[in-house]
């Protein structure tokens, strides 16, 4: 595994997973305006769809999905370098009240017409910096509810693992890390 930097204040960087060629942020947004992935996808979870979130049109859910990435990747890639990525990412766990080591995050879309099921996964290297490890579509309560949330959370235990095996709990251990891996 390897990071590539998304934002020159360096505050946000993105996996490269072994055996792939795109970073996890590319590859999700990428899948998100992929209009035949899209199809499949949401053809495949039609029933968690309509159940959680009173959709039926497969369209309307690719449509959705569309618009509501770009202003998700314009969010996240336009802040201002002097706004803090803090203000968009929380705790993966919402009842986590403490900050952790290495914590593990996420970011949702901010669609208007009904709640978001676009997540971005991060962990959390120290305040205002963070490691993308993967996004999906969330349609069902949990993660571990479905096959592709599963393994984002999976991802996420990787990276956070990967990293504390290296001995990384800052931001400082990651450049070191990060700069070999370029």
Known sequence: MRFEKLLENEKLWAVVYDGEDTNAFEKA?????DYEWLEEFFSKNINDLS????????????????DDAYDLECLILDLDPE???DKIFKPLENYRANEVILGREKTKGRITTHASW???YAIKLETGRYVITGG??????????REHTLKELQHLNQVRDFLKTQGISDYEGFKEISNESD
Do not use: G, P
């Not at 947004?29 to 305006?33: E, I, M, P």
């Not at 159940?51 to 569309?66: G, L, S």
């Not at 999906?136 to 509810?145: D, H, V």
């Open 118 to 120: 676009l997540r971005i």
């Open 51 to 66: 159940a959680y979130f009173h959709i039926v049109d497969v369209d309307k859910a690719i449509y959705d999905t569309v």
């Open 83 to 85: 706004c803090s990525l």
């Open 29 to 33: 947004f990428s899948q998100w305006n």
């Open 136 to 145: 999906a579509i969330k349609l069902t309560a949990t993660m571990q509810e």
